[in-house]
């Protein structure tokens, strides 16, 4: 994969531009951290990243989650890689999932701890209990970058720290927005800050503190 790059990218709704214009290199085997006040423009730029990274098939963990609250936890984790199978195989496994299935995902969720709510519909989960089930299916779609808006922000401690540690050696390249800086800081190589939907701050995690973030809220 090479560099992912955007240049001068612009977002506006209606005639008020929110974003840009602006531009950021990605280098392949970056995990960055958008850090930015509410309401700066950090979900905008990922989703302009997914619309012009398209073609790296980019996984994507969206802020409200865009699971299925009537599907299982499995059925929800088992989206992320339908397109590896047929149409025959994803509906046989609505009714009745195959083994081999049932024994890829359970890992990855005895690894997140809720192994225990496997069959559970996700609708009947808490908000941090979703939010892992959201980062599994991320997981188990793979490839080479993944686009995530606020993986953490359900979770506290040990499990916020399992959850990034997770994402970030699943996949090698990562852009992901994020409130709590301390984590930031820790889990990504690079940290990009937004003010007024413009890049002001891009330096490396290893020379900032969380203190030199504080300007950006
Ligand atoms: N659907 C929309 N219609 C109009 N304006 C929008 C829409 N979505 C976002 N905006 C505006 O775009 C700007 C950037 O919003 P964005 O959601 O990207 O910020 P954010 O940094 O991700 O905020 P948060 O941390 O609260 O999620 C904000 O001023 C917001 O009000």
């Known amino acids: 994969m090479s560099a992912l790059a955007l240049r001068d990218a612009v977002a506006e709704y209606g005639t008020i531009r929110v974003l840009g214009p602006l531009s950021l290199t990605l280098?392949?085997?970056?995990?960055?951290?958008?850090?930015?006040?509410?309401?700066?423009?950090?979900?905008t730029l990922l989703s302009v990243m997914f619309d012009r990274w398209r073609d790296r098939g980019p996984a994507l963990m969206p802020q409200d989650l865009g699971l299925v609250p009537t599907l299982s936890v499995f059925h929800n984790v088992y989206m992320g890689g339908l397109s590896r199978h047929h149409g025959w195989y994803n509906l046989v496994t609505l009714a009745?999932?195959?083994?081999?299935?049932?024994?890829?995902?359970?890992?990855?969720?005895?690894h997140l701890d809720i192994a225990d709510k496997c069959w559970t519909p996700v609708g009947e989960l808490s908000g941090g209990e979703r939010q892992r089930v959201a980062a599994a299916r991320a997981i188990h779609q793979?490839?080479?970058?993944?686009?995530?808006?606020?993986?953490?922000?359900?979770?506290?401690?040990?499990l916020a720290e399992q959850l990034?540690?997770?994402?970030?050696?699943?996949?090698?390249?990562?852009?992901?927005?994020?409130?709590?800086?301390e984590l930031a800081l820790r889990f990504t190589d690079r940290v990009v800050g937004i003010?007024?939907?413009?890049?002001?701050?891009?330096?490396p995690s290893l020379r900032l503190s969380a203190q030199d973030l504080l300007p950006l809220y």
């Open 142 to 158: 793979g490839g080479n970058l993944l686009l995530a808006d606020e993986p953490v922000s359900a979770l506290d401690g040990p």
């Open 96 to 110: 009745r999932p195959f083994r081999r299935d049932v024994h890829a995902i359970m890992p990855l969720l005895e």
């Open 195 to 203: 003010a007024d939907g413009c890049i002001a701050l891009d330096e």
């Open 164 to 181: 990034m540690a997770a994402l970030t050696t699943a996949y090698p390249t990562a852009v992901l927005a994020m409130h709590d800086v």
């Open 27 to 43: 280098a392949v085997g970056e995990h960055v951290a958008l850090v930015g006040k509410s309401g700066a423009g950090k979900s």
